[in-house]
């Protein structure tokens, strides 16, 4: 089975900041990963699928991208609405698997 | 739009069977996608349930297959969710969801199902 290891757990950040947030699969796997943002008390929300493609409304501050193994998403110029956790998913032969989650705090 | 909810009982008891519904609102379940179910332990992160193809085929996380079984009636548009012999670590917010090239785009609000006699 592919492993997904996110990083960082926990991350502190200021308005304004530009942040990364990384998801590492333990081999070579394609590019259906997606991300998603996740607030207290609610359903997670869907940000970039397909490693790099933007969701529908996503503010374009969300960026994703893939190097090797390692795929990436960045949130520039950290708005207040941003502090939240972060999770990637990733797909691969019939099974959907989850990060283990990133908090943003301030 | 499409919204998905979620039903079902709140309290099961130890070693029964959680039953939960999806109802879908604004698509048709048999046009496609697969839809899935997603759940999260309290102050623990997201986990893949199982997964299934408008048709009724249907996947499952290993570390649960055993347990879980999905369904569909397209003529109602719900789809569900049966887990059996439940114990507290079933206890957790269960969600369904649409996916969308392979990444779940349109969720339900979640449901607190916990375990416990």
């Known amino acids: 089975d592919i492993q997904m290891t996110q990083s960082p757990s926990t991350l502190s950040a200021s308005v304004g900041d530009t942040v990364t947030i990384t998801c590492r699969a333990s081999?070579?796997?394609?590019?259906?990963l997606a991300w998603y943002q996740q607030k207290p008390g609610k359903a997670p929300h869907l940000l970039i699928y397909k490693a790099s493609s933007l969701e529908s409304g996503v503010p374009s501050r969300f960026s994703g991208s893939v190097s090797g193994t390692e795929f990436t998403l960045t949130i520039s110029s950290l708005q207040p609405d941003d502090f939240a956790t972060y999770y990637c998913?990733?797909?691969?032969?019939?099974?959907?698997?989850f990060g283990q989650g990133t908090k943003v705090e301030i | 739009q499409v919204q998905l909810q979620e039903s079902g009982p709140r309290l099961v008891k130890p070693a029964e069977t959680l039953s939960l519904t999806c109802s879908v609102s604004?698509?048709?379940?048999?046009?496609?996608?697969?839809w899935g179910w997603i759940r999260q332990s309290p102050g623990q992160g997201l986990e893949w349930i199982g997964s299934m193809y408008h048709s009724g085929s249907s996947h499952y996380n290993a570390s649960l297959k055993s347990r879980v079984t999905l369904s569909v009636d397209t003529s109602k548009n719900q789809f569900f969710l049966r887990l059996t012999s439940v114990t507290a670590a079933d206890t957790a917010v269960y969600y369904c969801?649409?996916?969308?090239?392979?990444?779940?785009?349109?969720w339900g609000q979640g449901t607190v199902v916990t375990v416990s006699s």
């Open positions: 969801a649409r996916d969308f090239s392979y990444a779940f785009d349109i």
């Open positions: 998913q990733h797909y691969d032969d019939y099974t959907w698997t």
């Open positions: 081999r070579s796997i394609s590019n259906w």
């Open positions: 604004g698509y048709s379940i048999k046009n496609g996608f697969y």
